[in-house]
């Protein structure tokens, strides 16, 4: 074999290696859009990529002792490039999987249906290229190890390459291409210096793989949500850490994050009203009653989205700094949301331990699709934002889960771990999946009524008041931990609440593996 030849294999194994990190991370991404980014998601891209390198170990073993020739290996790279080229088109399996086994079975059909194939093409290459390096039997041991060792090079440079700039600055479809194309290439040179000319017409597969249109992002189409309504899709965007959608849909703006609404903001904000946001469920709005003059105070808010929250402390003049871990999050809510305020990408948990001012209010609402970042519901999470707090501040927190629910008792357990006193108010009347209100601090939660001023007084019922009556809850406590950084279970707690929330989102704006 020519030195050229060897060198080619080489870079095969490297490249392989690089292209096989890429697809898991660029699977975990696109299976996001219709599950979240709960480690559950994680779980199942790792198991089926591992599992298909597994199978493909064995059968690129197999053949290579059948047909040990360059040519085959290199067919197979370019056939790998062509599946993984497919696979950004494939959100209707993902829908038809969600539909049918749910978030966790749902995850891991939809990964094995769409990945396996490729990336056990991509385990037959390391094998193969072993057995082309050893043909006659010598430094058998030296030549595998070195083999993995490139390849193990390649998988490092793969995931740097791919999670902190190819997702980041071009999104996941062109990350798909990249990694198809560049399989292909490898591919394709090595069969054209393997077969010549004949070898010559796979030159051209790279080039049509990298020039595939990618999946309409839907951008400026309508169609019509399960409950009857019109909904207009306004943009798309993928960020390091999600798929954001920004929707239309009747007199609201919703921001989606893997295929769960984070926001929903009247369109006109000139038209929003103090006391409005508690009228419509928002409890959030609850805080600037917590204090006789909440002019001039000021709140700290983890978890921006589309700025609802701030725009609602904005109205009764508290002075708000806001902190997202997504820097496009804060872009699309100054361009689609109209956010004027204040706000930095960073981390919450960091934030707050490094924090130096003092806050009236803070409010944690870091919900990343449905998986809430589990280091700010520790007890050193709590204990961190206590620390930004002036001694009589409170802490909000907008709990996702079923009101009885092990994930909602845990939260509370851990508040009162770390606050004196601690008061929750779901947002509805029963004990399906909805939004909680978690207030918490070192003094007793009292709301001033307030909002009777700012509704300009009257008599008879305040539906504010009763609402809060009706719907403050107390978790059960059986089974509920005191949640903390060394053990924190929260997204197996909530067991089936995130494929509920999500059905409920569907039943909102229609299927999110649309998007």
């Given at each position: 074999m020519s030195r050229l030849a060897t060198v080619w294999l080489l870079v095969a194994a490297a490249g392989c290696g690089a292209v096989?990190?890429?697809?898991?991370?660029?699977?975990?991404?696109?299976?996001?859009?219709?599950?979240?980014?709960?480690?559950?998601v994680w779980a199942a891209m790792i198991a089926v990529t591992l599992l298909s390198l597994a199978v493909g170990y064995f059968v690129g073993g197999w053949l290579s002792d059948r047909r040990p020739r360059p040519a085959v290996l290199y067919g197979v790279l370019v056939a790998a490039g062509a599946l993984i080229a497919v696979s950004p088109h494939t959100s209707p399996i993902l829908e038809s999987c969600h539909g049918a086994l749910g978030t966790r079975g749902g995850a891991l059909a939809s990964s094995a249906i769409v990945f396996s194939l490729?990336?056990?093409?991509?385990?037959?290459?390391?094998?193969?290229?072993?057995?082309?390096?050893?043909?006659?039997?010598?430094?058998?041991?030296?030549?595998?190890?070195?083999?993995?060792?490139?390849?193990?090079?390649?998988?490092?440079?793969?995931?740097?390459?791919?999670?902190?700039w190819l997702i980041p600055s071009f999104g996941t479809s062109t990350g798909f291409r990249v990694a198809a194309a560049a399989a292909a290439a490898v591919g394709a040179v090595g069969l054209a210096c393997s077969l010549g000319w004949k070898g010559g017409a796979a030159a051209a597969v790279p080039l049509v793989l990298a020039c595939l249109p990618s999946p309409d992002p839907g951008v400026g189409r309508s169609y019509t949500a399960p409950d009857g309504q019109v909904v207009e899709v306004k943009a798309v965007r993928d960020s390091a850490h999600g798929r954001i959608v920004v929707l239309d849909k009747g007199r609201y703006r919703l921001l989606v994050v893997n295929g769960i609404v984070q926001t929903g903001i009247?369109?006109?904000?000139?038209?929003?009203?103090?006391?409005?946001?508690?009228?419509?469920?928002?409890?959030?709005?609850?805080?600037?009653?917590?204090?006789?003059?909440?002019?001039?105070?000021?709140?700290?808010?983890?978890?921006?989205?589309?700025?609802?929250?701030?725009?609602?402390?904005?109205?009764?003049?508290?002075?708000?700094?806001?902190?997202?871990?997504?820097?496009?999050?804060?872009?699309?809510?100054?361009?689609?949301?109209?956010?004027?305020?204040?706000?930095?990408?960073?981390?919450?948990?960091?934030?707050?331990?490094?924090?130096?001012?003092?806050?009236?209010?803070?409010?944690?609402?870091?919900?990343?699709?449905?998986?809430?970042?589990?280091?700010?519901?520790?007890?050193?999470?709590?204990?961190?934002?206590?620390?930004?707090?002036?001694?009589?501040?409170?802490?909000?927190?907008?709990?996702?889960?079923?009101?009885?629910?092990?994930?909602?008792?845990?939260?509370?357990?851990?508040?009162?771990?770390?606050?004196?006193?601690?008061?929750?108010?779901?947002?509805?009347?029963?004990?399906?999946?909805?939004?909680?209100?978690?207030?918490?601090?070192?003094?007793?939660?009292?709301?001033?009524?307030?909002?009777?001023d700012d509704a300009g007084g009257g008599s008879g019922p305040d539906p504010v008041s009763q609402a809060i009556q009706r719907f403050s809850v107390r978790p059960q406590r059986a089974g509920a931990l005191v949640l903390t950084d060394d053990y924190c279970p929260l997204e197996s707690l909530r067991g089936g609440e995130a494929l509920r929330w999500r059905a409920r989102t569907a039943r909102n704006i229609g299927q999110p593996g649309a998007f």
């Open positions: 096989v990190m890429a697809v898991e991370l660029l699977g975990a991404r696109m299976l996001g859009v219709a599950y979240g980014g709960s480690i559950e490729p990336l056990a093409l991509l385990g037959m290459v390391s094998p193969f290229i072993i057995r082309l390096l050893c043909e006659g039997g010598r430094r058998v041991g030296v030549r595998a190890g070195g083999v993995y060792a490139i390849s193990t090079l390649g998988s490092v440079a793969g995931t740097l390459l791919t999670g902190l009247p369109r006109d904000l000139t038209r929003l009203a103090k006391g409005q946001c508690l009228a419509l469920g928002y409890y959030q709005e609850l805080l600037p009653y917590t204090v006789a003059e909440p002019r001039g105070r000021r709140a700290l808010l983890i978890g921006l989205a589309g700025g609802m929250t701030a725009a609602m402390l904005g109205l009764h003049e508290i002075e708000v700094d806001s902190v997202d871990l997504d820097p496009e999050v804060i872009e699309v809510a100054r361009e689609h949301f109209g956010f004027r305020g204040r706000a930095v990408a960073a981390d919450g948990r960091l934030f707050l331990e490094k924090c130096s001012e003092r806050y009236d209010f803070c409010i944690i609402d870091t919900y990343s699709g449905d998986v809430f970042p589990f280091h700010l519901a520790t007890r050193e999470g709590f204990a961190a934002a206590k620390r930004v707090l002036r001694p009589d501040g409170v802490l909000a927190i907008n709990c996702i889960g079923a009101p009885s629910g092990r994930a909602f008792a845990s939260i509370v357990a851990t508040l009162e771990a770390v606050f004196a006193h601690v008061l929750a108010i779901q947002n509805e009347a029963g004990d399906d999946v909805q939004t909680i209100t978690v207030f918490a601090s070192d003094r007793e939660v009292r709301f001033n009524k307030g909002w009777l």
